[in-house]
């Protein structure tokens, strides 16, 4: 009975293989030779950021806890669901908040806002994890020094990526936060108003740092959260630190292979 | 009864019970390894998880703990744990291993196997589990939604995002222009530089504890209390006003808590002299300032000096004090630049037992050019 089923579906999945298109689009057979193993790894342009053979302890789970690849999956949904937001989303104080409003109740499958939220939440979790695998099996050290520099600074642009999302949906919860958070810019030391030793920054009797030019005036683009700073946060979130963050994970993961591949004893 | 274990609760989690039961507890775990086994590690998560099922019956920690947007925090916690038992626990296993015969486990598995199929169906398998727990996760829970923005209207408590709370942690013991700039910048800094100070070769790509306690020791204690552990209370401890409320207590927008915080220089001039403070001029607060000056300089400058020097140069009882090894080992760049960062991150912890034990606000005060320290 059973047989009855499979049998015309596995000659069809045959047939669909050996077909032109198939054929046309993998440029090997079934990766059940040891040939073929290595010959889809190289010739695929995702499976060829690994290496065709890699030491056995660095590809289980209990070593990587896949942590950095879980992350970069987690950039990747967020990429795609934050692609779809755009659609509706308008960065201004009149629509922002109504946009976000129908996004939830009046586009179909709503959950857009939850996935790239959610996602957001998670990522941040992910890569603090990812930093204490790498911290706790030593990998930081030589020759994967600079792996780690390039580590942390992902890391910095993934809290900032959350950071400008976090203003967009225009609500108290958001401008609050993100009032809370540039408040601190006021006391940069030289540059911000409130900041130690800025006040001797004069010229003459003027002083050169007020709150229409500190740290944080840049940070918001005004004087207070406003019209300016949500158009700078929605340009550094949707296109500015994607940019940058999705160039030094092509280092970061770059280096991981010319470093030598997954850490491991000498 | 019940409300007996409430009100203990709502005690231990104050900053100061928690700080230093957190602080005590990693160390005790550092000093006695067993407790990195399966079986306590079992143990902990089945209290932890009743302890969190039972109290959300309690509706001020329910209504705290399941706000939407700090769903991740219990994350955090759970998550946090695991792993790093998990680090831990392969950690102790593997130094046993190589106290007897045995190599690390990372060692006996150094052969090479195809990355297809074993490296990308388990990447494949993430990225389906990963993905369905996104989907249940948004469906069953929406993403917040407050009221439309008012900036005339601040909420009280307002909160930076969670993953900043630690920051706005340290604006209790610090001000903005350390708690938000400085120690945000060192923190970058400081992580980019371990690997150009830890000149320690072993425990290079496998799980030990043994051979890297220093490091792990310092890491951790960074990593789980001063960042972990501040996001944690950050988020469900800190009410209207900062205030502190136990994690079964209501958030009571009027409660006062007196500060009556004073400076080194009110202890010295005031308070041991019996003056009021010098006022007038640059020279008169470079006076009112001088013993809080000296306390700082000395700590960044002279302490990380002194304890380069050898063992027999202290008297007894401050012989722990001596880095001398570690400055014969590292060089004198990176010795300083180590110590230089170790101490500027306890500089916090410091700073919150002085607040605990003597109401201290600045050690150094020149509020006239937002000088504070
Ligand atoms: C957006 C953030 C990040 C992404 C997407 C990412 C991704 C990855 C991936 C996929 C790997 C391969 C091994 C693994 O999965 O563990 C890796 C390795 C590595 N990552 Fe990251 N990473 C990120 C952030 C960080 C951070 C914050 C650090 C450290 C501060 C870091 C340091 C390293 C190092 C040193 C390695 C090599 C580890 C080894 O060879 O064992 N990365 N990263």
Redesign the pocket.
Known sequence: MLNRILAPLSAAWKEATDSQVWTSIFRHGKPVSNRNRALVMMSNVFLHLHPVKSRKA?IKLRY??????I??FL?LVLTFTGLLLMFYYRPTVEYAYADIVDLQEHVPLGIMRELHRWGAHAMVIT?WL??L??FM?G??KPP?EF??G???V??V??LLLSFTGYLLPWDQLAIWAIAVGSNMARATPLLGTEGPLSASLTLGDISLINAGNDARFALLGARSVGQPTLLRFYVLHCVGLPLV?AFL?AV??WR?RK?G???GPM | MIDLFKDLVNWASGPTVLFTIATLGLLAAFRFTQVWSKTSAKVFFAVLAVFYTASMWDPDFFLIVAKPDNIPITGVIFLVFFFTWFAMHQGIQNDRRSAGEGEVLEKQESEKVWVWPDLVYTEMLAMVILSIVLLVWSILLAAPLEQPANPADSPNPSKAPWYFLGLQEMLVYFDPWLAGVVFPTLIIVG?MAIPYIDTNPKGN?YFTFKERKAEIVIFLFGFLILWCLLVVSGTFLRGPNWNFFGPYEYWDVHRVEPLLNVNVSDFFWVKLLGRPLPTGGFFAALMREWLGILMVGAYLFVLPVVMSWPRDKFPTGFKWLSCHHYFEKMGATRYYLGVSLFLMMMSLPIKMYLRWAFNLKYIVAFPEIFFNI
């Open positions: 660095g990587t806890w896949c942590m950095g690849g992350t970069f950039f890569v990812h930093m695998r790498v099996t990998s930081y994967r792996n780690w390039i580590g942390v992902l890391l642009l993934t963050a994970m970061h993961f991981v470093d591949g997954i850490s | 992580l790509g």
